[in-house]
């Protein structure tokens, strides 16, 4: 059984009494083993199984627990457990209580959000710019995440006061915004935490909500809304594991003192702490304690060293330029007897994986990157998974703006403008819209003139244009004759990317399977447009001229990622199925082989034999620029001790002085001083 494996301390946190339980589980001390132990214990003791809820940071870690309890209790009783993270919870819960859900992905939602901020125009300007369309969609999550029931203008101005002038453009485009989301059903994943804390505040909820006992891992970086979230389900019993030394998502709502203030909140809550560590050798373990100690201690701990083998000291690399880090590292790597699996390359900021990754594939060397832009957020990816959700749900608003803004001359607003006069010309059915056009409807689009000066709303006059500006282009009648041609802004351009959309569209009507779905997206002039666009933009120089070799080589990116998008899919016969797992399951999904190249956030929960931690150089790790934007040095200091634990038994640290391209100079991390390693 799982609890015969556990040491004292964790036998002890895993068989505790029901209540309000806090573990201190440090890093490499076995908190997954002590969390299946725990729920072990509660089976053992009668508590059902639908009565669990787990809540965990990752999906993946949520399927690695239940999976370690199926060995001992069968599958059948472990897939009972309610398991997953905070969003896909309250995805499952709110669909078994009947909730309609059509679930997007953030970026796809910020498309929107800024087709609605762009047609304000800010009249009232102060020395401080508006922030931007982008922008404002990022700090709007940040504000549902971790604001304390505070109002959207309050929190700006709390925030930054220089904005208080452009609060009310502000809470007009998130007030049109959410509109346009309820009218078309979207859900964000901030709107499924936000919805499961309304139902659950609901005097009338059902029982699916009540739980026996909820444990949750990583606790540290548990934000506001999901603290408030955790109280509504008004657990009999939590159980919560996590390190503040491991607390590293300020930047993402988290709050450090819901960890810190546990046993103030919860009277008569128990404190367990985990002291032995079995992932680092002795020199990698001193070294990071004697760097996070300099951070104010919350609860009190000293971790005990269990391996006794392996005493290859920490090593610290300096070097005269950049560059020269970069080569070395790649040709020490090479050299290395390590497994490249066995190899992680971890860094605090994305310029500095460039360097690296550049020069890894110099030395013929594979590597896979994880903590710069996701597979599934590269375009090339989401514009094929927008048509294919367009074969499930036509009306969706999202996907179509997102797929024919690559038209020339389109963009967000015209696409915006296209898919409303289709949605009349189908009379609330873009499907008859596009093949079908009501032919009593001469002009589908809205011409009617709207100014606010207040909330920054200015539209211009509309007038129509004609259908036979196009008659010379090669364009099927039935395509012709349709009234969203007369747009005035449309060029021939645009015009032929739209018959492209509506030919693959009218092919794709007799595709069913997903995997050949994306074989004839892949084949169309639509993509092959889009492509094309894609490449000629990565391969731009900054004097506007196009590496012919550079566009090749996106050109077999691209083509890479298609293969591998059709690979997933091979596994579905169902669309829905195949979509709602790239959506919930995209962010976690990795590609390729070798060695690893992570930012210190993607390496969290992750261990490897040999770690380079690269770029210690003050102003880059310490990251002051993020330090002066509202970070903090113990925040740094804890993301440092995270890199540091990621190795079990081979640390290199690295540094440049210089840097020949900025021409500037670099001295030493105050966390390799405090370490010990530099004067």
């Known amino acids: 059984m799982p609890l015969n494996n556990l040491n004292i301390e964790q036998l002890s946190a895993a068989s505790c009494s029901s209540g309000h339980n806090l573990i201190i589980a440090s890093a490499g001390t076995g908190k997954t083993s002590t969390i299946v132990g725990r729920i072990a214990n509660l089976i053992n003791s009668g508590v059902n199984p639908k009565k669990i809820l787990l809540l965990t940071f990752t999906n993946k870690a949520a399927s690695e627990m239940v999976s370690r309890v199926a060995k001992f209790f069968g599958q059948n009783i472990a897939k009972e457990i309610f398991a997953g993270t905070f969003h896909s919870v309250s995805y499952k819960l709110l669909k078994e209580f009947g909730k309609e859900i059509t679930l997007k992905q953030p970026n796809e939602l910020k498309t929107l959000f800024k087709s609605v901020y762009e047609k304000r125009v800010f009249m009232d300007r102060n020395s401080t710019s508006p922030y931007d369309g982008s922008y404002l969609y990022d700090i709007y999550s940040l504000y549902l995440n971790s604001n304390h029931d505070q109002t959207f203008k309050e929190w700006i101005s709390q925030k930054n006061s220089d904005h208080d002038i452009y609060s009310l453009i502000y809470e007009d485009v998130i007030l049109e915004f959410d509109e346009l989301k309820e009218k078309y059903g979207y859900v964000s994943f901030d709107d499924l935490l936000t919805l499961m804390l309304k139902v659950l505040n609901d005097p009338n909820r059902t029982d699916i909500f009540d739980f026996d006992e909820i444990?949750?891992?990583?606790?540290?970086?548990?934000?506001?809304?999901?603290?408030?979230i955790l109280d509504?389900?008004?657990?009999?019993?939590?159980?919560?594991?996590?390190?503040?030394?491991?607390?590293?998502?300020?930047?993402?709502?988290?709050?450090?003192?819901?960890?810190?203030?546990?046993?103030?909140k919860y009277i008569g809550s128990k404190v367990f702490t985990l002291t032995k560590n079995y992932r680092s050798t002795r020199p990698i373990l001193e070294l990071a304690n004697k760097v996070i100690q300099n951070n104010e201690r919350v609860y009190e701990k000293s971790?005990?060293?269990?391996?006794?083998?392996?005493?290859?000291?920490?090593k610290l690399l300096v070097f005269d330029e950049l560059f020269g880090q970069y080569e070395y590292i790649a040709t020490n790597i090479k050299k290395s007897t390590t497994p490249h699996n066995e190899i992680a390359i971890i860094f605090r900021n994305n310029s500095t994986a460039d360097g690296i990754e550049a020069?890894?594939?110099?030395?013929?060397?594979?590597s896979r990157r994880k903590g710069g832009n996701s597979f599934f957020d590269a375009k090339e990816v989401k514009i094929i998974l927008d048509i294919v959700f367009l074969l499930l749900n036509p009306n969706d608003m999202m996907a179509f703006i997102h797929t024919l803004e690559y038209g020339k001359g389109i963009g967000k607003t015209i696409s915006k403008e296209i898919f409303e006069a289709l949605l009349k010309l189908g009379n609330g059915d873009i499907h008859k819209g596009l093949f079908y056009p009501?032919?009593?409807?001469?002009?589908?689009?809205?011409?009617?003139?709207?100014?606010?000066?207040?909330?920054?709303?200015?539209?211009d006059f509309f007038e129509l244009g004609s259908i036979g500006r196009?008659?010379?282009?090669?364009?099927?009648?039935?395509?012709?004759?349709?009234?969203?041609?007369?747009?005035?802004?449309l060029t021939a351009d645009g015009a032929s990317y739209v018959y492209s959309f509506y030919k693959l569209m009218k092919d794709l009507k007799r595709v069913k399977l997903p995997s050949s779905q994306i074989e004839h997206i892949f084949k169309s002039e639509l993509?092959?447009?889009?492509?094309?666009?894609?490449?000629?933009?990565?391969?731009?120089?900054?004097?506007?001229?196009?590496?012919?070799?550079q566009k090749l080589e996106s050109i077999s990116r691209i083509d890479r990622k298609v293969v591998l998008l059709k690979n997933l899919a091979n596994h579905y016969t169902s669309t829905t199925k195949f979509i709602n797992s790239m959506v919930l399951g995209g962010n976690e999904m990795s590609q390729g082989d070798g060695v690893h190249l992570l930012s210190i956030h993607a390496s969290k929960g992750l261990e490897f034999k040999e770690v380079y931690i690269i770029d210690l150089a003050d102003g880059r790790f310490p990251n002051r620029k993020l330090m002066s934007k509202g970070g903090s040095l113990d925040e740094e200091r804890r993301l440092f001790y995270v890199a540091v634990t990621r190795a079990r038994d081979i640390l290199y640290l690295s540094y440049a002085k210089y840097d020949k391209i900025k021409k500037q100079d670099f001295v030493p991390s105050i966390f390799l001083k405090e370490a010990g390693l530099v004067k």
Do not use: M, W
Not at 247 to 261: E, M
């Open 215 to 228: 444990l949750v891992d990583e606790y540290q970086d548990t934000n506001p809304l999901q603290g408030k």
């Open 232 to 264: 509504a389900f008004k657990p009999k019993s939590l159980f919560c594991v996590g390190d503040y030394d491991q607390s590293i998502y300020a930047f993402n709502g988290a709050d450090i003192s819901i960890i810190s203030t546990f046993t103030q």
């Open 303 to 314: 971790l005990e060293v269990v391996r006794k083998e392996g005493f290859f000291l920490p």
């Open 359 to 366: 020069h890894l594939r110099e030395q013929g060397i594979a």
């Open 438 to 459: 009501d032919e009593s409807i001469k002009n589908p689009f809205n011409t009617e003139q709207i100014k606010n000066i207040q909330l920054g709303l200015f539209d």
């Open 470 to 489: 196009f008659k010379h282009l090669d364009f099927e009648e039935g395509f012709l004759s349709n009234p969203i041609l007369k747009h005035p802004k």
């Open 527 to 549: 993509f092959n447009s889009v492509k094309d666009q894609l490449a000629k933009k990565r391969a731009t120089l900054k004097d506007g001229t196009i590496d012919e070799s």
